[in-house]
């Protein structure tokens, strides 16, 4: 069984239906992780979400941004930049699970001093989120999981046609948005997913 992490980025701009549904479609399916990123919502709106999100992926699911929800809904599991790391060190201690978003293998090095229980590097390939700017590429990604010991999770672009490629850099998984958001069948694609792994 690979150890290789698969990670949903939810974005319910692109969800074909009901969002909680589809975290719970794809937690039936194995995905690893859903880091609920919903940036244009209010913290109020965003804790409507995460309540329902949370209720349908239970464990597997990573709040965003948000400390504040993280503690009123018991959510002990956060992803945040290195900038707000790095303004509110004391992040670090009020969840059990840290995530943080870099783009440089230095950004890496900083985040696990600060206490970052991985990090999400990229973004990897050109990806429609990023419209005009090239990927950074594989060996980009790997400089990354060389520079630090906390498990790097490649974003940006990653579809099953260059999963196995990503997985052969180094990075502990890898985070993918829009395939898991259209896809008519979530836990079925999930399923595929794992199969294009070495």
Do not use: W
């Amino acid at each position: 069984m690979s150890m290789f992490k698969l990670c949903c980025v939810t974005h319910r701009g692109l969800c074909a239906g009901d969002l909680p549904q589809r975290v719970g479609e794809l937690c039936r399916g194995g995905i690893d992780r859903v880091i609920l990123r919903e940036k244009d919502l209010t913290e109020e709106e965003y804790e409507v979400l995460a309540r329902q999100v949370v209720e349908a992926g239970g464990e597997a699911v990573v709040l965003h941004h948000f400390p504040g929800v993280c503690t009123r809904l018991g959510v002990p599991r956060l992803h945040i930049s290195l900038g707000e790391l790095e303004a509110c060190p004391q992040l670090r201690d009020q969840v059990e699970l840290l995530g943080v978003s870099v783009h440089a293998p230095a950004e890496a090095v900083r985040a696990q001093a600060l206490g970052a229980d991985y990090v999400t590097a990229g973004h990897v390939f050109d990806t429609d989120c990023k419209k005009g700017l090239p990927g950074r590429g594989l060996a980009f990604l790997a400089s990354v999981c060389a520079a630090v010991t906390i498990p790097v999770y490649a974003i940006g672009g990653i579809g099953p046609d260059n999963l196995a490629a990503v997985a052969q850099t180094g990075a502990a998984g890898a985070c993918l948005m829009s395939g898991l958001m259209t896809c008519p069948h979530p836990a079925e694609m999930v399923r595929y997913l794992r199969e294009r792994l070495p």
